[in-house]
């Protein structure tokens, strides 16, 4: 099958050795990948790598067979990224935050007027439901909400941007278990709410191996080195404790 | 439910619609022959005269302008951190339980506080006679006040618990304050006295264009007598000396933030201090400015009762200050908003460096001079003295956007571009959204500041109460600036408050430490 995002020879330098190092691999539509690795293994940087926030030092990175930097702008939106941080714009409303998914189609008197009267709400609600949250909350100030509504409001704005692959950056961190299983429902394209269209196409990283049921693949960082790529199923505890090994 | 939301962004970039009226205005009175000469100053800019004439004399301006605001600076401070003491309720409570003498004290300064140090600097003119006391006097009257206002306001906003448990423990009330309270206040006084001083040379140059010695007079006559490449000579040395002070200022903050302990600060800025006074003296005295000659005293008759009837019925009160606050909103349209609309429209790294010079530029010219130039091509009206005020403060707020946004990170911004969103948009979400609340605070207190500076303008632009004072200055006329600065000082403290409370509002919804902010502005 065509790959849709691919990585040759990415390499990124760090203050203390390399972030990543000749990291080659790629996905093809409808896969789902775990991206599992100890913290500061180079998960979050191959994510920033892949979505063209953050240029390697040498390689590349192909989307759709060209290079992630000759895309135009408004095509980067195929490209969705679930931030750990999460990066909601705290200054505005849940409807705010949601549209901002939406710049990438959108002109700028479009974001200007987005600013001063929240546009296409039937869109936004869509989203919101998607993501499973109540539309209640859609004038609500983004300071006003708890952490597992934020993460949703973040959810509902990766919704909005339809994108064909998504890339989350540790999304189930700090949830409980019944949040954890609905978020991860969504990611993986299992629940559909309404009209909105969720592509298969998953890279997440995690820290939870229990979970790993749930991808077709696995791949393991560790010191920014691909140590594990393989299916799921050959996922046992002598590969995971390879690749969470300290060195 | 509102669905209606004046976003802090929004907020930002809605003043920018003051252009529109005040540019209708100017373009259609707009005269050929002018622009012209417009065109002339411009391009005097890449070739300054380079007589040795016309630089010896620039040159001589400059070392009087900068001594004068170097003396001015350090008494001011000294005296304002005094006077800031003296009027900190957390001093007043701690060493007499009561805090009214603080409350009355601060009362008392705000009067000399709302007067435009260009306002002090013609009574005094009035007072003293034509003496280089004048200039310094001026500054330091509201200069002194504005840092004990700052100084008390921190002192006063500080943490008390640990002050608290000091003196719980038995401390002495003197001791105590200083314990507590001199480490966290030390690199804030610091970081505000090098804004002070960026001050205190814009204030010696302008008054130099009203007459008062130094760069601003020549400024003044070159743009008289229409000798562009001369006022350029001026202008560009100094944009050297604005310059330098501006990097030395950020030099010294960020090596503070660095590593500097409070006692090596405290040291250093008194070391520095003692030398530049030590300077300053010697070198106007060097520059045939003696500030030891006597000072002769011309007391202002003081008007009776039915003069000042009369001036209050004769003069049209409504007009000058409707006009007045007209000019003030234009103008702070202008600054506030434009800013942000031009970095919107090219937020490009080349885009911001290329509005950064521009702005740089603005902050350069003081307004009268600018207004002047604009005179030349344009009739006087209240739109062409909001262009001269808005865009000297335009090159203030730009060049505090533009830090604010270099400070703050860019992983919104960066999410935005990675998921799509064009540069226009990404930048005004992911960079102007989170700085719009700290912006909103600087444009409060900008504005105040603007307020105060019509008088600036008005006086040449024939416009405000600021041109009415000076007409009455002009014709002796006591009774009327005896009113004209009453009412200007009391418009002044209602646009204080106001944009104290607006500040607040704003600071309240950052998260950026509100003494952070206080500073910048």
New interface residues.
């Given amino acids: 099958m065509t790959q849709i995002l691919e990585l040759r020879g990415v390499k990124v330098y760090g203050y203390r050795g390399d972030r990543l190092s000749n990291i080659d691999l790629t996905i093809t539509p409808g896969e789902r990948i775990a991206l599992l690795g100890s913290n500061g293994a180079g998960k979050s940087t191959l994510i920033a790598v892949a979505n063209g926030s953050l240029t390697p030092d040498s390689g590349i990175v192909l989307w759709g067979g060209r290079p992630i930097t000759h895309l135009r702008q408004h095509q980067r939106q195929a490209i969705g990224t679930l931030w750990q941080d999460l990066r909601l714009l705290e200054e505005l409303n849940v409807a705010q935050n949601v549209n901002a998914g939406a710049l990438s189609s959108r002109n700028l008197m479009w974001a200007i007027a987005n600013l001063l009267y929240p546009l296409e709400i039937k869109a936004c609600k869509e989203c919101l439901k998607a993501a499973g949250l109540s539309t209640k909350i859609i004038f609500a100030n983004i300071r006003e909400l708890s952490g597992g509504q934020r993460q949703r409001v973040a959810l509902a704005r990766l919704l909005r941007q339809r994108p064909e692959l998504i890339l989350a950056d540790e999304p189930l961190f700090s949830l409980d278990p019944i949040l954890t299983e609905e978020i991860l429902n969504l990611l993986l394209a299992r629940t559909t709410r309404g009209p909105v269209v969720i592509h298969k196409t998953l890279l997440m990283s995690m820290h939870q191996p229990d979970l790993i049921h749930h991808f077709d693949r696995v791949i393991g960082l560790r010191s920014g080195c691909v140590v594990f790529d393989n299916s799921s199923d050959e996922l046992d505890a002598k590969a995971l404790a390879w690749i969470y090994q300290s060195e | 439910?509102?669905?209606?939301?004046?976003?802090?962004?929004?907020l930002s970039?809605l003043p920018a619609l003051a252009l529109v009226p005040v540019l209708a205005v100017v373009v259609t009175s707009v005269h050929v022959g002018g622009l012209q000469l417009l065109f002339e100053f411009f391009g005097a800019a890449i070739q300054p005269s380079l007589d040795p004439t016309v630089v010896k004399s620039a040159w001589r301006g400059l070392q009087i302008t900068v001594a004068t605001a170097l003396i001015s600076w350090i008494i001011s401070t000294l005296l304002g951190i005094l006077l800031g003491i003296a009027s900190a309720s957390v001093v007043w409570q701690t060493c007499i339980g009561k805090s009214w003498p603080a409350f009355l004290i601060r009362r008392i300064l705000t009067i000399p506080r709302a007067i435009h140090e260009l306002l002090w600097g013609l009574l005094l003119l009035q007072l003293l006679g034509l003496s280089p006391w004048v200039a310094i006097l001026a500054i330091i009257i509201p200069y002194t006040t504005l840092v004990a206002r700052v100084f008390s306001d921190q002192l006063d906003t500080q943490d008390r618990r640990a002050l608290n448990a000091l003196l719980q423990a038995g401390a002495m009330p003197f001791p105590a304050l200083i314990t507590a309270l001199g480490p966290p206040i030390v690199p804030i006084l610091m970081s505000y006295g090098g804004y002070r001083l960026e001050c205190s040379l814009r204030g010696a140059t302008l008054l130099g264009v009203f007459g008062l010695g130094g760069i601003g007079t020549d400024l003044q006559l070159s743009l008289q007598s229409l000798a562009f490449k001369e006022m350029w000579t001026a202008l560009w040395m100094l944009a050297a000396v604005m310059l330098t002070l501006e990097q030395s200022i950020n030099w010294l903050r960020r090596r503070q933030r660095a590593n500097e302990t409070t006692t090596n600060q405290i040291l250093i800025t008194f070391a520095l201090m003692i030398l530049l006074m030590s300077l300053g003296l010697p070198w106007l005295k060097g520059l045939e400015i003696d500030l030891s000659s006597s000072i002769s005293w011309n007391p202002i008759p003081w008007p009776t009762l039915a003069e000042l009837i009369g001036a209050l019925n004769h003069l049209q009160w409504l007009k000058l200050i409707s006009s007045t606050i007209l000019l003030t909103l234009l103008a702070s349209g202008i600054a506030i908003g434009t800013p942000p609309l031009a970095m919107?429209l090219w937020p490009s790294r080349l885009g911001i460096e290329v509005q950064s010079l521009i702005w740089a530029l603005l902050r350069l010219i003081p307004p009268p001079l600018s207004l002047l130039l604009l005179l030349l091509s344009c009739q006087p009206s209240i739109a062409v003295a909001a262009i001269a005020l808005g865009a000297y403060n335009l090159g203030v707020m730009g060049r505090l956007l533009k830090e604010g946004l270099e400070e703050q990170g860019n992983?919104?911004w960066?999410?935005?571009?990675?998921?799509?969103?064009?540069?226009?948009?990404?930048w005004?979400?992911?960079c102007l959204?989170?700085q719009?609340?700290s912006y909103l605070a600087y444009a409060a207190y900008r504005t105040d500041v603007i307020l105060r500076e019509t008088v600036v303008v008005g006086l040449v632009g024939g416009t405000g109460l600021g041109w009415q004072l000076i007409e009455s200055l002009g014709s002796f006329n006591w009774a009327q600036v005896i009113l004209l600065l009453i009412v200007f000082a009391t418009i002044t403290l209602i646009g204080e408050s106001l944009s104290d409370y607006t500040r607040h509002r704003w600071l309240r919804?950052t998260q950026k430490p509100a003494l952070v902010l206080d500073l910048q502005s």
């Fill in positions: 439910m509102n669905r209606i939301s004046l976003t802090p962004p929004i970039l919107m992983s919104c960066k999410a935005l571009q990675a998921s799509g969103a064009g540069a226009r948009s990404s005004l979400y992911g959204s989170a719009s609340p919804s």
